[in-house]
């Protein structure tokens, strides 16, 4: 209607069709998908991205990594790129964000041996020197953008019926278990707080965001059977002198 018009300048199409659909509220509800990896799936999971066979520039095992142990939407993972990667921070910025607002997170300790191990990688490799992205592709984009095709394989290889998506719901999950705050959950993935004064007031820098991200890391390794890699703080027990 705004864009087709005759030669008085009135809109060909003078009605929206599905006009009707909203007001007789008879729109096709889609349900949310709230499926998500099984603490007992994780293990065969982590196991199919290990026994994935060898793909140009290797992009797809660590791209599902990183979305499972940071929660990162599908295309937030797929478009990062090496100059918002801080190796000596052991952070990294995603700008492309769903909400606008770019968002910095820390590396737990299986996220920052992800981007070492890619790093050199894509370092050492001659197709993928000059490429910006941390998961390079051949394709027009850049970027390893399309990975429905891995999807199938890791399906086939676990046993887990899954989608790009559940890795975010399944590092929610886990992180909601842990009791991780509400408000650091949500900086965590990034999600709008819109309506709600006091988070307005809380500032979530990268730092205050390493601990529960670690946590997280820690219980996805855990459940999965591997062995946890972050600092394990020792408890000294008390003597009644001490009370």
């Known amino acids: 209607m705004t864009r087709y018009e005759d030669g008085q300048g009135k809109p060909l199409l003078t009605v929206n069709p599905v006009k009707r659909l909203t007001e007789a509220r008879a729109w096709y509800r889609v349900e949310k998908r709230r499926s ?4 007992h799936e994780l293990g065969a999971f982590l196991e ?7 793909a140009p520039m290797d ?3 660590d791209y599902f990594r990183l979305v499972l142990f940071t929660g990162l939407r599908r295309n937030e993972a797929a478009m990062l790129k090496w ?5 000596t921070a052991k952070t ?10 770019s968002l910095t997170l820390p590396m737990s300790t299986p996220v920052y041996e992800l981007f070492q191990k890619r790093f050199k990688l894509c370092r050492i490799n001659p197709e993928t020197t000059s490429n910006p992205f941390v998961f390079p592709a051949n394709g027009k984009s850049g970027y390893f953008a399309e990975p429905k095709g891995y999807v199938k394989a890791i399906k086939e290889s676990s046993g887990v019926d ?3 998506h559940d890795l975010r719901r399944t590092f929610a999950t886990i992180a ?13 993935l990034n999600h709008k707080q819109a309506g709600d004064v006091t988070a307005g007031y809380i500032v979530h820098d990268a730092e205050r965001l390493r601990a529960p991200i670690q946590a997280i890391a820690d219980a996805i390794l855990t459940r999965a059977g591997r062995k946890a890699q972050g600092s394990i703080i020792p408890f000294h027990k008390r003597s009644v002198g001490d009370l």
């Open 59 to 61: 992009s797809a095992p």
């Open 36 to 39: 998500y990896i099984k603490d």
């Open 92 to 101: 990294f910025t995603i700008i492309n964000t769903k909400n606008k607002e």
């Open 83 to 87: 100059e918002n990667v801080d190796l």
């Open 176 to 188: 909601e278990s842990l009791d991780i705050g509400g408000y650091a959950l949500k900086r965590l």
């Open 162 to 164: 899954f989608s790009t």
């Open 48 to 54: 199919a991205l290990e026994n994935l066979p060898p």
